[in-house]
């Protein structure tokens, strides 16, 4: 009798006390907890970006934001070179619409 009474007390005990291990939205979308669950950086740029347009902000990215502060010399030979070499970062991703035909503005 004491071993059920004490087993039952025990369960009452053990029910209210779960794991409140809930992750709210905010914290599974900041950029340290998505890179530590082993994503790549560039999957936690796109959710950071994705987020700020969302909020209506522009966010750009270190990289982005370096290449827009170079000379429109080096911005066009870059460009020339992406243009050339599809496989190039040109440092507009997730920034551009997509176009199925190039054009000359694209150089």
Same mark, same amino acid.
Request: proline share 3%; net charge neutral; aromatic share 14%.
């Given at each position: 009798?004491?071993?059920?009474?004490?087993?039952?007390?025990?369960? *009452? +005990?053990? +029910?209210?006390?779960?794991?409140?291990? *809930?992750? #709210?939205?905010? @914290?599974?979308?900041? $950029? *340290?907890?998505?890179?530590?669950? %082993?994503? #790549?950086?560039? &999957?936690?740029?796109?959710? &950071?970006?994705? =987020?700020?347009?969302?909020? %209506?902000?522009?966010?750009? &990215?270190?990289?982005? &934001?370096?290449? @827009?502060?170079?000379? =429109?010399?080096?911005?066009?030979?870059? @460009?020339?070179? +992406? !243009?050339?070499?599809?496989? *190039? $970062?040109? !440092?507009?991703?997730?920034?551009?619409?997509?176009? #199925? +035909?190039?054009?000359?503005?694209?150089?």
């Amino acid at each position: 009798m004491k071993t059920r009474l004490f087993l039952i007390a025990a369960i *009452a +005990v053990m +029910v209210p006390l779960q794991s409140q291990a *809930a992750v #709210s939205v905010d @914290k599974t979308t900041d $950029e *340290a907890y998505v890179r530590n669950q %082993g994503f #790549s950086a560039q &999957t936690a740029e796109i959710i &950071t970006v994705s =987020k700020a347009r969302a909020a %209506g902000e522009e966010y750009y &990215t270190k990289d982005e &934001t370096d290449y @827009k502060n170079q000379s =429109k010399f080096a911005r066009f030979w870059r @460009k020339l070179y +992406v !243009y050339t070499d599809p496989a *190039a $970062e040109d !440092y507009t991703f997730y920034h551009h619409d997509n176009q #199925s +035909v190039p054009k000359y503005y694209d150089l």
